[in-house]
């Protein structure tokens, strides 16, 4: 039993090391949201808000065809599992996903962006109002809701923005890992 504690505190102060290492190269925590709303400036140009704590929206597109419209990112692990809806205002949500949790007891979550779906904001809430949702933490969302607003990988018709090779790649970059 000791053992293990020694174990577990060398393993901490390693994963310190490295949430250290990302928060210096990011310019803010080490934590999954922080760290998405990183990826997610580099990848489509966004102007991120002076503080992680703003309330509505994370930054504003600074180019492209959403130039000058304000986004809140949010990761998951699966977004299937619902989404945080702020009752501030925002004009979009681009969400990042890992691939869908396997049943049963899993006990390590890799870091894996698998998917990205760019929903417009006041779209959405009155699709899920007309449905009778409550909005707010973990919000239903339906597997449709998904497909129509997913923007990487493999798009759809009703995709709402196409995204350049480059865009592509980077986002890749955060794919499965090859073992």
Not at 24 to 51: C, N
Not at 55 to 65: K, L, M, T, V
Not at 73 to 89: C, N, R
Not at 112 to 139: M, N, P
């Amino acid at each position: 039993m000791t053992e293990a504690l020694h174990q577990l505190a060398a393993l901490l102060r390693a994963r310190d090391d490295l949430d250290a290492r990302i928060a210096a190269l990011t310019g803010r925590s080490a934590r999954p949201g922080d760290i998405g709303e990183f990826i997610a400036a580099q990848v489509f140009d966004i102007e991120l808000a002076g503080t992680a704590v703003q309330a509505g929206y994370d930054g504003i597109f600074r180019s492209g065809p959403l130039a000058g419209r304000t986004v809140n990112v949010k990761i998951y692990g699966d977004a299937f599992a619902g989404l945080d809806i702020s009752p501030h205002p925002c004009d979009f949500y681009l969400v990042f996903s890992g691939p869908p949790r396997p049943l049963g007891a899993v006990r390590h979550h890799q870091w894996q962006l698998s998917a990205a779906y760019l929903f417009d904001a006041h779209r959405l809430l009155e699709t899920l109002i007309g449905r009778g949702v409550k909005i707010g933490i973990a919000t239903s969302i339906r597997r449709a809701d998904l497909d129509a607003a997913r923007i990487f990988p493999n798009p759809t018709a009703a995709s709402p923005l196409r995204l350049t090779p480059e865009q592509i790649a980077l986002l890749s970059l955060f794919g499965a890992p090859i073992r």
